[in-house]
């Protein structure tokens, strides 16, 4: 077992580039299974995440393979099964999307119930409901949702709330759907707006794409494209809080300020220096931040997955912050992490209060989830003293190179066997 080690207290200092979304990967990995031929997809991120999903589409016949130029070349001509490998496919939410993917091509599915971060219920029925809606017939049997469809239909559909996945899902499967599909309420993620021009580049037909309403016509064949995945707006708003938390003074190269402005705006109201240029954003600070309140929302509203780094920030800020949550139900467990380290947040329902204290102080602590880990980090380079960190199974799930960038950036951070005695200095 590895852990993190931090000295904290170094403000950061430098620039750090950011590489592609894991939410935006996760989302055309699955899609390129629709497609016969190579599909080349450029800026996909090295983590655990991708690599099980790449996993996942070798075991079913699909060849995805990194070159040496870091481009990924999957070839789902070949598909030997559309039965998924439950174990696999029951680690991660994202490969859900395989069963609409799946149905929409083969007409023929079988996917596990899926998993991901524990933060709450997490439930597939707005998949489901949109699903049956194309006209797939679903069956749940010992925890696999096994599907049938002769060609899907183009559909009207309305979603509860504005899911992410569940609009990501039914975009792809109604790419294949005969006719037209509308989907009002969808999200409007810039990895939604991402998905959408790669399936338009595949010579899909999708409009909308950015606002509540998306308009899908059915193509019969959608064919091979190379295509960029987004830098990932969550590194960057982790790496913007790790410079504000530690008083230093950062670019953050290969960032798009559109995809941030909830977070960028939110900083700048707590007291930090926001500059963005053409190549990226420059975060500084230099006085003590101020306390805040923040409620989650879906996009374009401030991001669920910056809720838990910003907690941390607004531990240290002065004054008392209350933060909700209203897209996850259960999504402060880490605060008892934060708390370890001399935060004091009370969790009431869906609301945090933070009242900032001047200093936190470095402590054994674990990730409980993947933003909940960065959030416990990015704690530990302000903390006084030694901070470390276990569990990072769940961080390696979506940051890539997150030790070695913060050690160019000056942190006093390590990651090393669990047994390792005394602190290795740094490279
Ligand atoms: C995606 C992101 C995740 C982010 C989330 C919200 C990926 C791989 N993950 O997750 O980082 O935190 O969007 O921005 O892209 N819901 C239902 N029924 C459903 C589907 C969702 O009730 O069928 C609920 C969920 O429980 C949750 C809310 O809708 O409360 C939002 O979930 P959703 O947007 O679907 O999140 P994901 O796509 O799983």
């Keep these: 077992m590895e852990v993190i080690r931090i000295n904290g207290g170094y403000p950061l200092k430098g620039e750090v580039r950011i590489g592609g979304s894991k939410n935006d990967a996760l989302a055309v990995i699955p899609a390129s299974l629709l497609i016969q031929g ?5 800026n996909v991120p090295h983590i655990s995440d991708v690599e099980k999903l790449l996993e996942i589409l070798r075991s079913m016949g699909a060849s995805a393979n990194f070159r040496s130029d870091g481009a990924l070349e999957i070839d789902a001509t070949h598909i030997s099964t559309t039965e998924t490998p439950h174990d696999l496919v029951r680690q991660m939410r994202a490969s859900f999307n395989l069963l609409g993917v799946l149905l929409a091509r083969f007409g023929d599915a079988s996917v596990a119930m899926p998993g991901g ?10 998949h489901i409901k949109g699903l049956e809606s194309l006209g797939a017939e679903l069956r749940f049997e010992h925890g696999i949702y096994n599907g049938k469809a002769a060609r899907l239909k183009g559909a009207n559909l309305y979603l509860e709330f504005p899911s992410a996945g569940a609009t990501q899902h039914l975009m792809c499967a109604a790419c294949y759907a005969e006719g037209e ?17 790669y399936l338009n580049a595949c010579g899909g037909s999708i409009s909308g794409m950015g606002t509540p309403t998306i308009t899908i016509h059915g193509v019969s064949s959608l064919h091979p494209a190379e295509f960029n ?11 913007a809080v790790a410079a504000a938390i530690t008083g230093g003074n950062v670019k953050i190269i290969n960032a798009y300020p559109d995809h941030c402005r909830p ?25 003590r931040l101020r306390a805040t309140d923040i409620k989650t929302m879906p996009h374009p509203g401030f991001p669920t997955d910056m ?3 910003f907690v941390a920030l607004l531990s240290v800020a002065e004054g008392t912050s209350m933060v909700t949550e209203t897209v996850y139900e259960s999504r402060f467990r880490y605060t008892t992490e934060l708390q370890r380290m001399g935060a004091d947040i009370k969790v009431e329902g869906p609301t945090a209060v933070i009242s900032g204290v001047p200093q936190l102080t470095g402590a054994p602590v674990s990730c409980t989830d993947l933003r909940g880990g ?6 530990g380079l302000a903390a006084h003293g030694e901070t470390r960190v276990s569990e990072l199974d769940h961080i390696d799930r979506g940051y890539e190179n997150f030790v070695t960038n913060l050690q160019l950036l000056g942190a006093d951070i390590i990651r090393t066997p669990l047994e390792t005695p005394g602190r290795v200095p740094l490279a």
């Design 181 to 197: 599909t509308v989907i009002e309420n969808c999200a409007q993620e810039p990895e939604i707006v991402n998905l959408a021009h």
């Design 374 to 379: 960065a959030a416990i980090v990015v704690a």
């Design 229 to 239: 995945i987004i830098p990932d707006r969550l590194q960057v708003g982790t790496y």
């Design 263 to 287: 977070v960028l705006s939110k900083l700048q109201e707590i007291g930090v220096d926001v500059k963005t240029s053409e190549d990226g954003i420059n975060i500084s600070r230099k006085g």
């Design 117 to 126: 971060c524990n933060i709450g219920t997490r439930p597939v029925n707005f």
């Design 307 to 309: 809720q838990q780094p």
């Design 38 to 42: 190579v599909s080349v997809l450029h």
